[in-house]
């Protein structure tokens, strides 16, 4: 059981927007900046969003990050088959001292 | 090139221990805090631990608290996981991560991952 709740798949056909939500509390998301990953099957994950909304050098402008309240979310337009991926979201917890992150989002492009 | 190499891992029994070793290459390793994140084969990822740059601040996960301990070596720019008292449950891929530049959890850079398994 993750801190984060994500919903374990999305989907969307090649130049669809799809998004991706995640959920916390007051003591995670709600007090604290939104970090999204890119796991690509078989590798590492990949930084794709820090601070919520903002992308590290390389990361297309496709992938845009949002944050209100205690719930974030990752949006991807112009999907691409190369944007086939597990999708995570993380944040500081000061309740539990500690990073938590999402389940993960199995995102396929139909 | 920026890089970081992880090492250590292997087959232990319960009750164990294995000392995880990452190298760092191609920055300041001492300038930026560093991470261990856990995942098992086909399922989430797991956050584990995290040092500050001068090793003076650290945080365990509670699942690992007392048992896996983080620290490094920045003259010798790697970073550590001392893991004691190993249980079946510890058995995942490990990851060593560095957080971007002036942030502490934004984990920019990853190592390929070393593979920890628990069993008798």
């Known amino acids: 059981q993750s801190v984060l709740t994500q919903p374990p798949s999305a989907s969307g056909p090649p130049g669809q927007r799809v998004t991706i939500s995640c959920s916390g509390s007051?003591?995670?998301?709600?007090?604290?900046?939104v970090i999204w990953y890119q796991q690509l099957p078989g590798a590492a994950p990949k930084l794709l969003i820090y601070r919520s909304n903002q992308r590290p050098s390389g990361v297309p402008d496709r992938f845009s990050g949002s944050k209100s309240g205690t719930s974030a979310s990752l949006a991807i337009s112009g999907l691409q088959s190369a944007d086939e991926a597990d999708y995570y979201c993380a944040a500081w917890d000061a309740s539990l001292n500690g990073v938590v992150f999402g389940g993960g989002t199995k995102l396929t492009v139909l | 090139e920026v890089q970081l190499v992880e090492s250590g891992g292997g087959l232990v029994q319960p009750g164990g221990s294995l000392r995880l070793y990452c190298a760092a290459s191609?920055?300041?390793?001492?300038?930026?805090?560093m991470h261990w994140v856990r995942q098992v084969p086909g399922k989430g990822l797991v956050w584990v631990s995290r040092?500050?740059?001068?090793?003076?601040?650290?945080s365990h996960a509670d699942s690992v608290k007392g048992r896996l301990t983080i620290s490094r070596d920045n003259a010798r720019n790697t970073l550590y996981l001392q893991m004691d008292s190993l249980k079946v449950e510890d058995t995942a891929v490990y990851y060593c991560?560095?957080?971007?530049?002036?942030?502490?959890?934004?984990?920019?850079?990853w190592g390929q991952g070393t593979m920890v398994t628990v069993s008798s």
């Open positions: 991560a560095r957080a971007a530049s002036g942030t502490r959890n934004s984990l920019e850079v």
């Open positions: 007051s003591s995670n998301i709600g007090t604290n900046s």
């Open positions: 191609g920055f300041t390793f001492s300038s930026y805090w």
């Open positions: 040092i500050s740059t001068d090793e003076t601040t650290s």
